[in-house]
């Protein structure tokens, strides 16, 4: 197969197949890049004007107890320069911890959004999320599951708890700043109820 994509100062030319999809995925990935540099500019401009979350910090909780998964979400943060603070755990019972600020950690103040791996010791992400939504304080949070799992019951479950999706770790390795983006534009887009931020 021959292939021809040409840009100012690029040609890809009668490669095979797997090069191609590569360089497209890096393609691909530049531009996003640029979009999200599209989009912090913009917020520049927007400010105070638009948007309730554009004067909120967003949090992140990464929920994952594969140190290896999580430095790669922790390295992604740092590439694309990712704005948000980022606070690591390793299981459910830990993320429940921050999130209600118990034995001693600081509370986790909203707004927020938690990235949930399924297959986590002592508590795993479907009894986290069981947890969460049973928790009057905490039953709006804002969840992501990012996981290896492709399980149908996994899947349901998750979506059943109102998770706002569900991810496999395979595909966002591969297209990670399509992640950063997403948190991005959430951010921008995003709004929280007021006053979540106050003990129930």
């Not at 100012?8 to 995925?25: A, E, K, R």
């Not at 949930?116 to 928790?135: C, K, S, T, V, Y």
């Not at 009057?136 to 949070?141: D, E, G, I, K, N």
């Not at 599951?145 to 149908?152: A, G, K, N, P």
């Amino acid at each position: 197969m021959s292939f021809m994509l040409e840009k100012p100062g690029f040609c890809l030319t009668t490669m095979s197949l797997g090069v191609q999809n590569l360089c497209l995925d890096i393609l691909c990935d530049m531009a996003m890049y640029q979009i999200i540099y599209y989009v912090r500019v913009r917020r520049l401009y927007l400010n105070e004007m638009l948007l309730p979350m554009t004067n909120q910090s967003l949090h992140v909780l990464l929920v994952e107890d594969d140190d290896v998964d999580a430095e790669i979400i922790q390295r992604a943060f740092k590439a694309y320069h990712t704005p948000y603070p980022l606070t690591h755990v390793h299981d459910g019972l830990e993320a429940l911890e921050v999130l209600r600020g118990e034995h001693g950690r600081p509370r986790l103040a909203p707004p927020y959004v938690i990235l949930l791996d399924i297959h986590l010791p002592r508590m795993n992400g479907i009894e986290f999320l069981r947890a969460l939504r049973q928790d009057a304080a905490l039953m709006w949070s804002i969840v992501f599951v990012l996981t290896i799992s492709d399980h149908y019951e996994n899947i349901v479950s998750a979506y059943r708890e109102h998770v706002a999706g569900y991810f496999l770790k395979t595909k966002v390795n591969q297209h990670v700043a399509q992640l950063m983006y997403l948190l991005e534009t959430y951010t921008l887009l995003g709004v929280f109820p007021s006053g979540l931020d106050k003990d129930s």
